[in-house]
């Protein structure tokens, strides 16, 4: 089973400019999640979707948004970009109803110059 | 999500077991108790997960205390594969998904 892809692995943007990051999840899995992960933060929830609806959200500025297509594919897009937002960005995805852990991708580490 | 407390760092020398301990004392009687590690610059990795009982996988067990209040996950035979940041994260089963909660981790070393 081809585990979480996320595209692209790196990517370097200028400030003011928006970038779009993607996520494959596992076939099967309805739920996707994401976070972003920076060394003064550490790991901090983004939003998740379930079956193409914003589940939860989680404290990050209206630039930050999702959204999930109907095979359950979901990408993320960060609109007006600042230093600030430059992070690895990870996907996770579950499946519905059970009770094992989500299965995260290897993320997408977003520069921002 | 229950909030979780965890030592900062810890050492262990190849071969020997790796004891992690986690604090939860607010768990609530739905929340399960799950352990994600995390190998430099990759994605979290699921490891265990238990509610009350001990449980043991291929990669690890989880001891949790009869009064929920605090677990700890065992490596049994660390190598040096295992040097990580481990997280214990507290959250209920809602039958959907619902957000994980990282705090700090524990940050294992493991050394020859």
């Known amino acids: 089973k081809a585990g979480v892809t996320q595209t692209p692995r790196y990517l370097i943007k200028t400030r003011g400019q928006q970038v779009t990051l993607s996520c494959s999840p596992i076939?099967?899995?309805?739920?996707v999640s994401w976070y972003q992960q920076t060394p003064g933060q550490g790991l901090q929830f983004l939003f998740e979707?379930?079956?193409?609806?914003?589940?939860n959200k989680g404290n990050f500025p209206g630039r930050f948004s999702g959204r999930q297509f109907s095979n359950s594919r979901s990408e993320m897009n960060v609109s007006t970009l600042e230093l600030g937002d430059s992070a690895l960005y990870l996907c996770a995805s579950s499946e519905t109803g059970s009770n094992y852990g989500y299965t995260f991708g290897s993320g997408t580490r977003l520069t921002v110059v | 999500d229950a909030k979780t407390t965890q030592p900062t760092s810890m050492d262990c020398a190849e071969g020997r077991a790796a004891n992690l301990p986690c604090n939860h004392s607010?768990?609530?009687?739905?929340?399960?108790v799950y352990w994600y590690r995390q190998i430099h610059s990759q994605g979290p990795q699921y490891i265990i997960h238990g509610l009350k009982n001990n449980e043991t996988n291929e990669m690890a067990s989880l001891i949790i205390t009869e009064d929920r209040k605090s677990s700890t996950l065992i490596l049994p035979h660390a190598t040096l594969r295992d040097t990580a940041v481990y997280y214990c994260?507290?959250?209920?089963?809602?039958?959907?998904?619902?957000?994980?909660?990282f705090g700090t981790g524990t940050r294992l070393q493991v050394t020859l």
């Open positions: 994260i507290v959250r209920p089963f809602t039958g959907t998904a619902s957000k994980l909660t």
């Open positions: 076939s099967g899995h309805r739920s």
């Open positions: 979707y379930f079956s193409e609806t914003q589940r």
């Open positions: 607010t768990i609530s009687g739905n929340e399960y």
